[in-house]
């Protein structure tokens, strides 16, 4: 099955553009039929859509959040990026890499804590 | 303030069976499947349910999922201890174009 890792930075400072991979095993990053996504869930609320990205390259974010997401994929090395920019203590959360298949997310890594904070 | 609202704690004793409902909106669950999920803090949620009341492999069938309308409903047989969890609940939505989800309920099992 397929297996997600994320890694990263756990902290980045105010205003700082915040950096995560994941990385891909167990199967194909290049799967036509998967396309992968970014989740988090900030500290006692509940978990917010971030984007998702498409084997073809093509991506789509939340717009809430547009404007600051940029995620690309390296299939070279089996690893799917997000970066956020201009980040603020409204973005420490726990951040999750996942893949859809069709519209189920199947697979889930097991969340990365990123802090926010000067 | 999540999407799908959840209640946010359920409870039982072993061998009971308990329900967890989610509840959305015509743009969510009233037009796409529910997906369930079990997850154990500092691990990987695990897909419990896909597409309303189907089991991937190796999830026992105590486990089960119904939806009617925009409501979606969890149930849990013959409860463990092991069962002792957070679930929540995930639909695409189509005015988002993106999936939302509950906020999650804490199973305890007393």
């Known amino acids: 099955q397929v297996q997600l890792q994320e890694s990263g930075p756990g902290l980045v400072k105010p205003s700082q553009t915040l950096s995560l991979t994941c990385t891909v095993s167990g199967g194909s990053i290049r799967r036509a039929d998967y396309y992968w996504t970014w989740i988090r869930q900030p500290p006692g609320k509940g978990l917010e859509w971030i984007g998702n990205?498409?084997?073809?390259?093509?991506?789509y974010y939340n717009p809430s959040l547009r404007g600051r997401i940029s995620i690309s994929v390296d299939t070279s090395k089996s690893q799917f990026s997000l970066k956020l920019s201009s980040v603020t203590a409204a973005d420490t959360a726990v951040y999750y890499c996942?893949?859809?298949?069709?519209?189920?997310?199947?697979?889930w890594g097991q969340g990365i804590l990123v802090t926010v904070s000067s | 303030q999540s999407v799908l609202t959840q209640p946010p704690s359920a409870s039982g004793t072993p061998g009971q069976r308990v329900t967890i409902s989610c509840s959305g909106s015509s743009s969510n669950i009233g037009s796409n499947v529910v997906n369930w999920y079990q997850h154990l803090p500092g691990t990987a949620p695990k897909l419990l349910i896909y597409?309303?009341?189907e089991r991937p492999s190796g999830v026992p069938d105590r486990f089960s999922g119904s939806k009617s309308g925009a409501s979606a409903s969890l149930a849990i047989s013959g409860l463990r201890s092991e069962d002792e969890a957070d679930y929540f609940c995930a639909a695409w939505d189509d005015s988002l174009n993106g999936p939302v989800f509950g906020g999650g309920t804490k199973l305890t099992v007393l």
């Open positions: 990205i498409y084997s073809s390259g093509s991506t």
């Open positions: 996942a893949n859809f298949f069709g519209v189920v997310i199947q697979y």
């Open positions: 597409s309303n009341n």
